[in-house]
């Protein structure tokens, strides 16, 4: 298995502002994603996060506003731009574990608050 | 068509009820079909995993896949009130969810 931990787990934010949520992985990874679920929603794949290189958006979401960095196999930022509240959710990293039969984890999500 | 779909629920049952879960699917490419357990204010944990037609059994909880008719199913025997949460489906390549069904099971 593979054990992620996300820092903030939670944050009450001023609309305006811009915040960044850390993902760490315990073990080297290939594939990161992050995700989004709304209040009452399922789960929405923002982007899968690229060692290296630019992350890949899924329709809808776009680098100016979630821009995300992986600098290495076991870490990932996600970061969220000029909130308003319509951006109060949680945000959830995702990992890929090889080593688990290709078993896909959940982080247990950043809940942001913006006011 | 969204590409996983679920009924949303609220799902009651009482205590020991068998639950049945479904989902449909629209994309007949290969993959693999998960289901995913949420209780409140945590991350997703996964419950199961399959890529293949039939039942996969893990204790009390059986996933069952039917490709002929792009249906999914999980099925909870003996349920339990720590069962209470909100149960995900989802297929691989990238990780498409279903809306999720909140399952309550009353003692």
């Known amino acids: 298995s593979a054990v992620i931990s996300q820092k903030p787990s939670r944050d009450i934010c001023q609309r305006g502002t811009s915040l960044t949520i850390q993902c760490q992985v315990d073990?080297?990874?290939?594939?990161m994603f992050w995700y989004r679920q709304q209040p009452g929603q399922s789960l929405t794949l923002i982007a899968t996060?690229?060692?290296?290189?630019?992350?890949?958006?899924e329709s809808g979401f776009v680098i100016d506003k979630f821009p995300i960095s992986r600098p290495n196999l076991t870490f990932s930022t996600l970061t969220v731009s000029n909130m308003s509240p319509e951006d109060s959710s949680i945000y959830l990293c995702?990992?890929?574990?090889?080593?688990?039969?290709?078993?896909?984890?959940f982080g247990e999500g950043s809940w942001l608050t913006v006011v | 068509q969204k590409e996983v779909e679920q009924d949303p629920g609220p799902l009651s049952v009482p205590e020991g009820a068998i639950v049945s879960l479904n989902c449909t699917y629209s994309?007949?490419?290969?993959?693999?079909f998960m289901w995913y357990r949420q209780y409140s204010r945590k991350g997703p944990e996964l419950l199961m995993y399959?890529?293949?037609?039939g039942n996969k059994e893990d204790g009390r909880f059986t996933a069952q896949v039917d490709k002929s008719s792009k249906y999914i199913s999980l099925f909870i025997r003996d349920s339990q009130p720590s069962d209470s949460a909100t149960y995900l489906c989802?297929?691989?390549?990238?990780?498409?969810f279903g809306q999720g069904t909140t399952l309550q099971v009353k003692p």
């Open positions: 995702s990992v890929v574990a090889a080593s688990s039969g290709n078993t896909i984890y």
């Open positions: 073990s080297q990874v290939t594939m």
């Open positions: 996060a690229n060692q290296g290189s630019e992350a890949t958006y």
């Open positions: 994309n007949s490419a290969f993959q693999y």
């Open positions: 399959t890529y293949s037609s």
């Open positions: 989802a297929k691989t390549g990238k990780l498409i």
